[in-house]
């Protein structure tokens, strides 16, 4: 019997990074969960820089490894952390999502509640700054968004009262909204899942109150997902439950 025989989801597309995730976590965390792990609890890590210092001489590659091998291996037994089973469980689509691409749903999320607030913004220089800070693509997402996410069973009856940031604080405000929801997609969620989700985020993901008609787990995670179909739907098309 073959490997992908005894272990199906060897041959899903996504199973190289499933495996990077599982063995190697801190390989997709946010650099700051790193850098806080080895501040908290470096007792933990003892002697993890000398190591990661004693490669450095062959090359900076293989001083990254060594450093992700130590925190990996220390967060795994600390947590007695288990391997996501499958591509398929809830949250492993978002788990999985390359740093970029998750940055970015994260973003566009929190557009999607400022966008009422913004779509009344009328001053042709207001207009203009928050072009200059979004883009053209984010302003278009931000005019059309919310009427194609309308019948997302979760946020019919949601109606965003946020008020609109400042030109200057509009992308930053979005992504802590954005953060925020995703962190409640993967709170609730099995410890395999939730923990690596987590560790994706920033430390203070969770802090900022939750944007209106997000109540729970599933409607997090059923809004990402639709606005991570608007972003990029061919990778959601990786992974059939969805479908």
Known sequence: M?????????????????????????????????EAWAGNAGAVLEGWPARVAATLGASPERASQALHRAVSRAWIQAWQLDPIATPEEPGACLCLLPAPSLDRLARYLGLFFLAPALCRVISRADLAALDAALGPVAMQFVRRMPAALRNVPTLRHSNSTLAAPKATEVAARAGALGDAVLAHAFAD?????SRRGLLRLSPEA????????????????????????????QWLSHFRDLH
């Open 206 to 233: 969770g802090h900022e109150p939750l944007p209106p008609g997000v109540e729970s787990g599933a409607d997090a995670r059923t809004l990402a997902h639709a606005v991570l179909q608007q972003l990029e739907p």
């Open 189 to 193: 969620l099995p410890d395999p899942v």
């Open 2 to 34: 073959g490997a992908s025989s005894a272990v199906p989801w060897l041959s899903h597309p996504m199973a190289e990074a499933l495996l990077r995730l599982n063995f190697l976590p801190s390989t997709f965390a946010h650099p700051r969960q790193v």
